[in-house]
């Protein structure tokens, strides 16, 4: 079997790659687990200055390796040179914070000291996504190598130019050999690599699907996992908020990434006193977004990264319209070549349709009318995912309300809901489990070992004295 990667802007195969047959997998996890027999106990002093190595050749290589990106997935030029600016951010944020991440955690008890000590559990699984081709892994693989385990990336069979790119940057950093490897496997061999003594534990981003199946194989071998799954996050606008900037703010966070991205807004909840200011302003803005080559500077949206993409999408729109949702911008398929299709906007959406219960994986935004803040509430809790929100009110009973009330893994208080390596990212229901970044993150794939230690207080005299 062999793995393509196809250009979305164009629809042309840009390379092929043939996928690692079982002598070859073996080989690579029997590397990984020599690499954590001999490198566990290794200076966490070279493993925070391979970091920050790392961290140099992505910002000195961030166009090259943006680049790449585009061309495989079609994410505009700009956004991708974020994204690499992003990753070296954050290897930087854990090699600074070594020191204090993997410190002893001193606790109280009758033992003359105990505390907890944090170790590696060892290998581990990282299966990744194609819509941030490089935040997705180095957001796992920088606390992880930082703890002293080993990284092994199973890419999604598009981006596998991007999983070679990863590799590379780590190798060169001066990480060791096998500490970091890209195994270039399609998803049927995925369940042998979990199944394998060789493998502690495992971590998904990925489809809702995806995470049911990888739980499943972990849970048979009893390994742990962090899943990160879909959403479909709420964007609430309430009376008190500013309004122009929540129109700024919604229009970006329903287009990133192409509107490809988990933690997108995806459900604009407005209240109605709000609501026809709000509509107004934000289909015209909506309509002014350039599609087009992203590599070209002046573009906002590129196209899809797969034709199922862009054909699932359409047709979850055109489900929704036929159950009686309004359209008010884009809503078809862009005609010629690539996979592009227009930011589109939707209103009076009934329940059950699409846009309302399903998440959309694309620049298509449903918006909702709310009677008050408990409405507005029940609409954001109205889904079976609870990954971010964002609500946007200058009344702070309003924001106590939302924070305690919205079932997600994160609420931002008129922000963009965003991922950010000092703050724990997750989500809660059926948008995962566990949680990455910070040092909460970082500990998901380590053992917190307690340690109790009582000694005598009697002079110990050697037998050579």
């Not at 500490?179 to 489809?207: K, N, P, Q």
């Not at 070992?449 to 000694?455: Q, S």
């Amino acid at each position: 079997m062999s793995l393509t990667s196809i250009n979305p802007t164009t629809g042309e195969t840009i390379e092929t790659f043939e996928e690692l047959d079982d002598a070859a997998i073996d080989a690579a996890l029997a590397s990984a687990a020599r690499a954590f027999r001999e490198r566990r106990a290794g200076s966490v002093d070279d493993r925070s200055r391979c970091l920050a190595a790392a961290a140099r050749l992505l910002e000195e290589e961030k166009v090259k390796l943006a680049r790449i990106a585009v061309t495989e997935m079609g994410k505009p030029l700009r956004a991708a040179i974020a994204e690499v600016e992003k990753c070296a951010l954050t290897c930087r944020h854990y090699a600074d914070h070594a020191t204090v991440y993997l410190a002893d955690e001193p606790l109280a008890s009758e033992a003359t000291e105990s505390y907890v000590r944090h170790l590696p559990l060892g290998p581990v699984l990282a299966i990744m996504p194609w819509n941030f081709p490089y935040w997705q892994l180095f957001r796992f693989a920088a606390p992880a190598l930082l703890a002293g385990n080993v990284a092994l990336l199973k890419h999604a069979s598009n981006v596998s130019r991007c999983a070679l790119a990863i590799e590379d940057v780590i190798r060169r950093a001066g990480f060791a050999e096998g500490m970091f490897r890209t195994l270039l496997v399609g998803s049927r061999r995925v369940g042998r690599i979990i199944a394998d003594e060789r493998v502690a534990a495992v971590t998904l981003t990925g489809s809702e699907g995806a995470g049911v199946a990888v739980a499943t194989a972990a849970g048979q071998a009893l390994k742990k996992t962090v899943l990160e799954l879909g959403g479909s996050d709420p964007f609430v606008v309430m009376p008190s908020a500013d309004v122009d900037a929540a129109v700024r703010v919604a229009v970006t966070a329903r287009t990133i990434n192409n509107g490809q991205s988990c933690i997108a807004a995806k459900r604009f909840i407005v209240h109605r006193d709000v609501y026809r200011a709000f509509e107004e302003r934000f289909v015209a803005a909506i309509e002014r977004l350039r599609v087009g080559d992203p590599l070209h500077e002046n573009t906002d949206l590129g196209p899809l990264a797969t034709a199922d993409v862009r054909d699932n999408l359409e047709k979850q729109v055109q489900q929704s319209v036929a159950a009686g949702a309004r359209l008010l911008a884009g809503g078809r398929r862009i005609d010629g070549r690539g996979f592009f299709f227009p930011a589109t906007v939707l209103a009076d959406v009934p329940e059950g349709a699409p846009a309302a219960t399903e998440e959309l994986f694309g620049p298509v935004a449903p918006l909702f009318v709310a009677e008050d803040v408990a409405h507005a509430i029940a609409l954001a809790n109205a889904t079976p995912y609870g990954l971010g929100s964002s609500v946007w009110t200058n009344d702070r009973g309003e924001e106590r309300r939302f924070v305690d009330e919205i079932v997600a893994g994160q609420t931002f208080v008129n922000a963009m809901v965003a991922s950010d390596p000092r703050l724990p990212f997750g989500g809660v229901k059926r948008s995962g489990y566990g949680r990455e970044l910070s040092v909460v993150g970082m500990r998901e794939f380590m053992n917190a070992k307690t340690v109790y230690v009582n000694r005598s207080q009697r002079h110990h005299v050697s037998s050579s004295e």
